[in-house]
């Protein structure tokens, strides 16, 4: 069998998820060997250099007794040279959320490391990068990128918005439900049958850390720039040159006295001074028989992405997501007036490690 | 750029949208030169005996012309000699529902031919066959197979099924509206908001077939056996042994006295007879606060399958559904207890020649 060399940087809670998952699937394999040559965590790496592979079910402890790092300055000239000298194919999986690591894409690519990630940072920061990440993969000898777990983890996004674009249709608007967080909130202080026992919207923030439904700063939730990356992402591979995320309007759910609040907490209790504000949004959509949910949109044809608030009426598959569900409604040419839904988990280190492994499956049957 | 060589076998409605969609196709991509070797409709074929190419701009006035047949004795023998003569690798796109074509795949797959199709027989017939055509295509240079329109026509059904598996998540059930005729049918009949001026079962089925809804008798839509095709593909993929695709419970819309009647029309006329039995169906369902709908379900665990109508409640994604939409629901074991869900329009010809040509683009990725 074709031996594949798999170099794995960033081991937290999706990269975990992601080794234990890529172990099964070594395991299993019937038509390459992989051996992973690298992982990386924090400050510690461990590496087979003689390229017989790690030890995938011991990873943890040896990595814990190493000594080794891949970070400056080692990384990234010693790890490129590390990986472009293995006898084989190697595919890089970054399963960190850096910027400097995804700064060095292109030249991982040029040299013709394939890549595979969930880290956002590449395609969704400036157009200069996203460029050039697709410009380094699609040189000759160039090697294969695929990000799908940037949109959506797991859920089949990016590869049915290829799919479309690559046969011809065309894509008139892209609209969803992004964030698992943005979801959980919504879902809970609008719900789609109110049991009048809801709670102020801080509350509901207050909650959903506390089940871990947000980062440990819900500001970096609520500022809305997961999303608008997202769409940033989406709205690049439908043809639409956005220079920034943050080239869009962004409505931060975030009052203006709170940005520079010194802690979560302190915000959290700043917060509830503001559900006034946010109840009145709330009614209003009622009123007028809709939910207020918090999503992305991207009009193809006039060039405009957006995300924020906005109402959806209640018979919506929108209205009617439920839990933490994320929703990608995708409106083409051969689709018409109605929807290609794609819908469910969309956050999560299973999920997310599955659309990291679903990826890397994908360089393998295009690798000889 | 590598030359590919395409032979297209049945250009209907599905097939002249192939057709139309590839040739743009052709002329805009830039990592394969692709050459049209065969087409072939009904009784008359046009062949490129030197590889060069077909027309594809004049195809239809060359082959109303022509006075050759890709059909018996000539097929399956000189046609395959003809591909497999080619100076490149082939892709064999067949386009029509024939049972005795779909016998010939593991022929072709094992001589290197690669093959797409939305024709559902091959894989939903005898399980003999299905085992036949992936032992041939994963045979040493067996070659690609792949059938993402015989299930939702250019949803991303199979390719979501393939990747779940691939990737180690177990498939717990799959339910969902596996047919546009009767998502249709029941969208109109027991809407999720009655208007109160709803027609009557066989009103609604004359109307559908109006419309180019259903086939022209439209029993070969309401004896189940389309879902019942559809929902074998899945369970086979799955990992079920399902013999054939009557080897479990269908149940059938016809009712037993008018399995014989003559015509459609008579059919049609006979049906209104029935109007009262589903009738006390739908209003069984309304007393519960639920919508009747004719769903498809398999569960991997028990290992059952399932083809007919079932009551689902008013705020389920399978009641909402709108138009001729179809949803296909995934129950994993990552997903937990809310499905992954893919929604959209499952029949036309254009989507369903998408979902043909995006496979033909997986095979294009896969050759070097």
Chains 1, 2 share one sequence.
């Not at 960033?10 to 992982?39: C, D, E, M, P, W």
């Not at 920061?125 to 983890?153: C, M, P, R, W």
């Not at 990016?158 to 046969?167: M, N, P, Y």
């Not at 492994?357 to 393998?364: A, H, P, S, T």
Request: aromatic share 8%.
């Amino acid at each position: 069998m074709p031996k594949v060399y798999v170099a794995i940087i960033g081991a937290g809670g999706v990269g975990k998820s992601f080794i234990s998952q890529l172990n099964s699937y070594a395991l299993r394999s019937k038509k390459h060997t992989i051996s992973t040559i690298l992982i990386s965590r924090s400050s510690k790496a461990i590496l087979s250099r003689d390229y017989s592979g790690l030890n995938l079910a011991t990873w943890e402890s040896d990595i814990a007794s190493s000594s080794v790092s891949v970070k400056p300055p080692s990384f990234p000239d010693e790890t490129l040279k590390f990986l472009t000298s293995a006898p084989g194919p190697v595919i890089l999986v970054d399963n960190t959320s850096s910027e400097a690591i995804a700064a060095e894409y292109p030249r991982f690519l040029s040299s013709g490391v394939h890549l595979v990630t969930p880290n956002k940072k590449g395609f969704s920061s400036s157009l200069d990068l996203f460029k050039a990440i697709y410009a380094a993969s699609g040189a000759q000898n160039g090697g294969y990128v695929f990000h799908e777990a940037t949109v959506g983890a797991g859920l089949p996004v990016l590869s049915t918005l290829k799919d479309l674009i690559d046969t011809g249709d065309e894509i008139v608007k892209i609209e969803g439900v992004f964030s698992g967080t943005m979801s959980y909130l919504f879902n809970s202080f609008a719900p789609l049958s109110p049991s009048g026992s809801e709670k102020p919207f801080s509350a509901c923030v207050a909650e959903a850390r506390e089940l871990g439904y947000t980062e440990p700063d819900p500001r970096d939730d609520l500022n809305g720039l997961d999303v608008a990356r997202k769409l940033t992402i989406l709205a690049r591979l439908s043809g639409l040159q956005v220079s920034e995320p943050t080239s869009f309007p962004i409505q931060s759910l975030i009052p203006k006295p709170l940005e520079s609040a010194t802690s979560a907490e302190e915000f959290l209790v700043g917060l509830a001074g503001f559900d006034g504000e946010i109840d009145k949004v709330k009614t209003a959509a009622e009123s007028e028989g809709a939910v207020v949910r918090y999503v992305g949109s991207l009009d193809v044809g006039k060039g405009e992405v957006s995300v924020g608030l906005r109402n959806f009426d209640r018979g919506s598959a929108i209205a009617g997501l439920k839990g933490s569900d994320n929703i990608i409604s995708f409106y083409t040419r051969r689709y018409g007036e109605r929807a290609m839904i794609v819908q469910g988990a969309g956050a999560g280190a299973e999920v997310t490690a599955m659309g990291v492994l679903g990826d890397l499956i994908k360089v393998l049957e295009r690798l000889k």
